[in-house]
């Protein structure tokens, strides 16, 4: 529906906004864009309706390129709603709703219909609102009639500039489960921008994390959640976040990275220098590829210790269990449990050992993620 092709924003003072930024949003679906201050994301945005062009690239609505849509003609077929609402106060709420309707030249009694569905949509009885000016209504009223306008004229793309951020909780909350129950029934695709990231982990069907006018990740609610990019953006969430969210780990997460191994081929004597070096009383036994073979212990080798032509190959044991790097935590733990294992591998398709979940790996994982919940803010 709307591709980014390569797009650059640079003023003339110098200042890049934005880098090379590739980006789809998908038909009627709510993308967020989120970051701190200054990441570019309303710069993006504004980018769509063409209120900043770009410096490089291109911007395509349905395939086609808006630098070669009249500006006046591409914004009247894109809704548009903003933090401080921006609705006529000299006008009433029916006047205020009827604006893009009225300029595309609807039919009044078409314009009044539709002014009418939509109030009841947001659950304002048109009898007793229709008439009724800005001034008249609630914070969190106003807002509701920006979020009906920008539906008025049926537009199939509405922008959304952190458009509830000025609203007290509540409200915000109750203007957050409006708006999800409406895109159930409209499937508009919606550009929404915001700095708060429950907020975009609420309403998103995507979510485009951004820094310093890159996208660092973008992903459904879950992956992000599930799957940070790096240290910034888990910083960004939080982990107290992710603890709230009930975000269970994948093994890959969870697992050390360098278990200690050894070759089939070496010696025993060898396999003890390792153990007594590392601190440890098992192997993990791999080819020259990395690849998965099996394992030994302390007990294995003082047992056959004495026979010098016995290699590791030799006495090691197979795995009767290994996990994938996506296995969720609790999976892991049920196995672990339920066979009595001190570790279990984590193997890609090929088998190729990429780490170890231990009872340590896991302690250490869940230590992180709850030790600092009590000082952390959202």
């Known amino acids: 529906m709307i591709k980014f ?84 106060p000299h006008m009433t709420i029916a006047d205020n709703v009827a604006v893009v309707p009225r300029l595309l030249e609807w039919e009044e009694k078409k314009t009044q219909k539709r002014v009418d569905e939509l109030l009841e949509m947001v659950k304002l009885a048109p009898n007793t609102y229709r008439n009724r000016y800005p001034s008249e209504l609630s914070g969190g009223q106003q807002q509701r009639i920006g979020v009906i306008r920008a539906f008025a004229a049926e537009q199939s793309i509405i922008l959304m500039d952190e458009p509830f951020s000025a609203l007290d909780p509540i409200s915000r909350e109750q203007l957050q489960d409006e708006l999800i129950h409406l895109q159930k029934d409209i499937k508009k695709t919606i550009i929404f921008v915001t700095h708060d990231m429950d907020e975009a982990i609420r309403i998103a069907d995507k979510i485009v994390l951004m820094r310093s006018g890159e996208i660092l990740q973008e992903g459904t609610p879950e992956e992000i959640l599930r799957r940070p990019a790096n240290d910034f953006v888990k910083n960004f969430i939080g982990k107290k976040r992710l603890a709230q969210y009930e975000v269970i780990p994948e093994s890959e997460e969870v697992m050390t990275r360098k278990p200690v191994t050894i070759l089939p081929s070496r010696g025993l004597a060898e396999s003890i220098k390792i153990m007594e070096r590392k601190q440890v009383d098992s192997l993990i036994v791999v080819d020259t590829n990395d690849r998965l073979q099996g394992y030994i212990t302390i007990y294995d080798v003082i047992q056959q210790f004495r026979n010098e032509s016995k290699r590791v190959g030799d ?40 780490g170890l979940v231990t009872r340590g790996s896991i302690v250490g994982h869940l230590s992180d993620i709850y030790s600092t919940n009590g000082n952390e803010g959202s």
Request: proline letters at 5%; one cysteine or more; glycine letters at 6%.
């Open 5 to 88: 092709e390569n797009v650059s924003k640079q003023y003339n003072s110098g200042h890049t906004v934005l880098k090379n930024l590739n980006l789809h949003c998908k038909e009627g679906e709510i993308t967020v864009f989120i970051g701190p201050s200054g990441c570019g994301k309303t710069t993006t945005m504004k980018l769509i309706n063409r209120l900043i062009d770009p410096t490089e690239g291109k911007i395509l609505v349905n395939d086609k390129d808006i630098s070669t849509i009249s500006p006046v003609k591409l914004r009247r077929s894109i809704g548009y709603v903003i933090q401080h609402v921006g609705l006529f």
């Open 315 to 354: 006495i090691m044991h197979t795995f009767e269990h290994v996990i994938s790097p996506n296995t969720l935590l609790n999976q892991t733990i049920d196995l672990m449990d339920e066979h009595k294992l001190p570790y279990i591998p984590v193997v890609k398709n090929d088998q190729t050992l990429i």
